[in-house]
């Protein structure tokens, strides 16, 4: 057991929906990163974040935003949800005021855009 | 950009068979290195990790990798694999100040008993 904890576990929207996912990061954790994993692929970075604000974001548009709360808990949101945007999405957690250390991984939302 | 590639995507194996997955990335700079480990229906965990220093890395479950700078490679090695083995593999590289990781698309291992 990690510590991360997402939630829901699996979800099922329709396409042009909207949705949140939500991650508790692990204890002493002020990092969260988001993750998406797409069937037989690895996972792809989506944003990071760090003290509440967004701090590196990968290669996904605008429609992927997150939040970050004064516990360092975390939000993913999606907008018009796209048929593509099935996937698992990962969140990970680390601190970053501790060098050479690794992020540590929830168990995933299984998102299903039908 | 950066990119980590992972060349065995299926493998198949008996159990006491030796096992050596191939991971090589591309950055100029310093990388930190990952192999995480995805068991059925369990999130990803970390096997080993490489920072600096030595550059042949010991993990969990009798796991170890070696780091060649030359060869921009991050190799996964176990002498005897074992059934319980059976999982999907990521090598991961971090570089910069974010923290992000990049990952490989993944080896699906699996051990035949």
């Known amino acids: 057991e990690t510590g991360v904890t997402q939630s829901p576990t699996h979800l099922i929207k329709t396409r042009g929906q909207q949705v949140t996912l939500r991650c508790s990061s692990q204890s002493g954790h002020n990092t969260v990163s988001w993750y998406q994993q797409a069937l037989g692929q690895g996972p792809q970075f989506i944003f990071q974040y760090y003290r509440e604000e967004e701090n590196g974001r990968g290669n996904f548009p605008p429609r992927f935003s997150g939040l970050q709360f004064p516990n360092y808990s975390s939000e993913l949101n999606v907008n018009a949800l796209e048929l593509d945007d099935s996937a698992l999405y990962l969140c990970?957690?680390?601190?970053?005021?501790?060098?050479?250390?690794?992020?540590?991984f929830g168990q995933g939302t299984r998102l299903t855009v039908v | 950009a950066q990119s980590v590639s992972q060349h065995n995507h299926h493998v198949i194996l008996s159990e006491a068979a030796s096992l050596e997955l191939g991971c090589n990335y591309s950055?100029?700079?310093?990388?930190?290195l990952f192999w995480y480990v995805q068991y059925p229906g369990q999130h990803l965990q970390l096997l080993l990790k490489?920072?600096?220093?030595?550059?042949l890395v010991k993990g969990i479950k009798g796991f170890e990798a070696e780091f060649i700078k030359s060869k921009f490679s991050f190799n996964l090695r176990k002498p005897s694999v074992q059934w319980s083995d059976t999982a999907e593999y990521f090598c991961a590289v971090n570089a910069g100040a974010t923290n992000k990781l990049i990952f490989g698309t993944g080896t699906l291992l699996a051990v035949q008993p």
């Open positions: 990970a957690s680390s601190n970053r005021a501790i060098l050479n250390t690794e992020a540590f």
């Open positions: 490489y920072f600096s220093g030595d550059p």
């Open positions: 950055y100029g700079g310093t990388v930190n």
